[in-house]
């Protein structure tokens, strides 16, 4: 199994920055694509950006020029930097993984971190 474990999260005025972070740890053979989503209370989980094992990286419209997705492959770590951040950014922050394992290692699963809240309020 791969466990992720996510930080970083807190309270923030509206225009601040946070830095969230992910690490990966257990059976892991080969971490793949690593993510960011968010969900807001009463909506949906909704992606926020995603990083290949190559380094591409995508983001969805609203975080384009704002947030910063990075990854250490050498920690199994995924990090997402937050810039002018909004009232709108308010939610919990997962961390979403694709690994193989080396018990099967030509399998791909996904795993979940437990979630960082992030909250935007002055």
């Known amino acids: 199994q791969v466990q992720l474990v996510e930080s970083g999260g807190g309270l923030v005025q509206p225009g601040g920055s946070l830095r969230l972070s992910c690490a990966a740890s257990?059976?892991?053979?080969?971490?793949?694509?690593m993510g960011w989503y968010r969900q807001a209370p009463g909506k949906q989980r909704e992606l926020v950006a995603t990083?290949?094992?190559?380094?591409?990286?995508n983001y969805r419209d609203f975080v384009k020029g704002r947030f910063t997705i990075s990854r250490d492959n050498a920690k199994n770590t995924v990090y997402l930097q937050m810039n002018s951040l909004k009232p709108e950014d308010t939610a919990s922050y997962y961390c979403?993984?694709?690994?193989?394992?080396?018990?099967?290692?030509?399998?791909?699963?996904?795993?979940w971190g437990q979630g960082t809240q992030v909250t935007v309020s002055s």
């Open positions: 979403n993984a694709d690994s193989s394992l080396m018990s099967t290692p030509y399998k791909v699963y996904t795993y």
């Open positions: 257990g059976s892991i053979y080969r971490l793949y694509a």
């Open positions: 990083i290949s094992s190559d380094g591409y990286t």
